[in-house]
């Protein structure tokens, strides 16, 4: 089982906002050590003066080699915060560029800025093209493993990591996988028969395990939960979480037949499903949900987000073949597993870090070998409780937008079950 790795982007692995912090404790520290070196300096000329042979020589020494270290750790945290903005700036220029013309006219603005800072510092700008140069390769993972079992699969081995390997190109070519801020669904989903199977009282999630727990899935009955919180003062506030897709049984509307279309950008009755179930269960648009979901219900839940029906104050996704600009006031927890087939159809999402500060890709390898197990809703819950565990100063924001759940006066739990349901022209028909 591998360690958590904890990025706030493809490419960025840091918060630049605590390495900017840590920068300004330093130079503090910096300036302690030169008032204590000149403090040192001044007695030891007086003990030269007073006494034969007095001396302060060493701690004055120690003091200017921690005063002279300092500036030197100082000058590399602000290098490595500025190199990572530019990295950032970069993905942000390149995704104006494809944009209408208001966002190619961000675009040149941002380059210009991305001129300026490589132009301060040719040192920062080879940071940050080191950094796109080792930026984790969504597919590498699942590349390796099938190389070396490639002795048991011979040629075919190859192949598919061929494949694989192209896999990042062909999909941001296309323009899947990270999906740009103002995307919409488009076209018009088969209408979904969505029913309330189970009403009773809950409690408020604590913790990203809390909610990974909660997520719809074969082992108990409902499609989609619906939590409602009544806040103080009397207004109301939900948190959703949707399956992922099904494939044996009664799958509802959570087949194939709407994964494979929501991927490609257009409305599925799945999606539809959500947005039935939330009206049911009295969010008004508006109002603020947290989304969450389990592979294509992570996708739902990212477009839920980008569709702005709603206000989303937090979206989190286990194994999602997606990974959506949401903006700046939406924080993102995108959990994905190395060896999970289903986020490589994300292509490593977006290259700088997205949604509000603190959102954050979080990731490990499960098994030594690419499958399914990897996939599952229990070894997601396993990658959560890590997260509750870690000292990440990111997790600050997590905690913060799930202590607003706790104030709630009550807490109502809604499930519901889906059907597919027809096609809008056969409804008509009919």
Do not use: C
Request: hydrophobic fraction near 40%.
């Amino acid at each position: 089982m591998g360690d958590l790795e904890i990025r706030s982007g493809r490419v960025v692995a840091v918060d630049t906002e605590t390495l900017r912090h840590a920068a300004a404790q330093a130079e503090l520290a910096v300036a302690g050590a030169e008032t204590l070196h000149a403090a040192l300096s001044h007695a030891d000329q007086l003990l030269g003066i007073t006494l034969i042979g007095g001396s302060a020589a060493h701690p004055v020494t120690a003091a200017a080699t921690v005063g002279e270290r300092g500036r030197m750790l100082v000058s590399a945290l602000r290098d490595t915060a500025t190199a990572y903005e530019l990295v950032e700036l970069r993905a942000q220029q390149a995704a104006a560029a494809l944009g209408d013309a208001g966002d190619r006219r961000d675009a040149v603005l941002l380059t210009r800025r991305i001129g300026q800072l490589e132009a301060s510092s040719p040192a920062v700008a080879e940071l940050a093209d080191q950094a796109f140069a080792e930026a984790p390769n969504p597919f590498a993972t699942v590349g390796d493993e099938l190389t070396w079992s490639g002795l048991l699969f011979g040629a075919l081995g190859a192949s598919v990591v061929g494949l694989y390997g192209a896999g990042t190109r062909v999909i941001r070519s296309a323009g899947k996988g990270a999906i740009p801020d103002g995307s919409r669904l488009v076209g018009t989903p088969r209408t979904p028969t969505v029913e309330l199977i189970a009403f009773r009282k809950g409690t408020a999630p604590d913790s990203m395990a809390a909610l990974a727990r909660r997520q719809p899935s074969t082992e108990r009955p409902g499609d989609i939960r619906v939590e409602r919180y009544t806040m103080p003062g009397g207004q109301h506030r939900f948190a959703l979480y949707v399956s992922g897709t099904r494939t044996t049984g009664d799958v509802g509307a959570f087949g194939m037949s709407s994964n494979v279309p929501l991927y490609l950008g257009a409305a599925s009755s799945s999606y539809e499903s959500a947005r039935i179930a939330l009206d049911k269960a009295g969010a008004k648009p508006g109002d603020s949900v947290m989304v969450s979901g389990h592979s294509q219900g992570a996708m739902i839940a990212s477009r839920l987000a980008l569709e702005e029906e709603y206000e989303v104050p937090m979206l989190v996704g286990f194994g999602n073949p997606v990974q959506a600009d949401v903006g700046a006031d939406t924080l993102q927890i995108d959990f994905r597993h190395s060896d999970d087939l289903v986020p490589l159809l994300a292509a490593g999402g977006h290259d700088g870090s997205i949604g509000a500060t603190g959102s954050m890709v979080v990731e490990r390898n499960v098994s030594p070998w690419p499958g399914i197990d990897s996939h599952q809703m229990d070894a997601y819950t396993k990658t959560a409780e890590m997260l509750d565990d870690s000292s990440d100063p990111r997790m600050d924001a997590v905690r913060q937008r799930l202590a607003e759940f706790s104030r709630a006066e009550s807490v109502e739990v809604f499930v519901y079950d889906t059907e597919e349901g027809v096609t809008p022209s056969s409804a008509d028909a009919g």
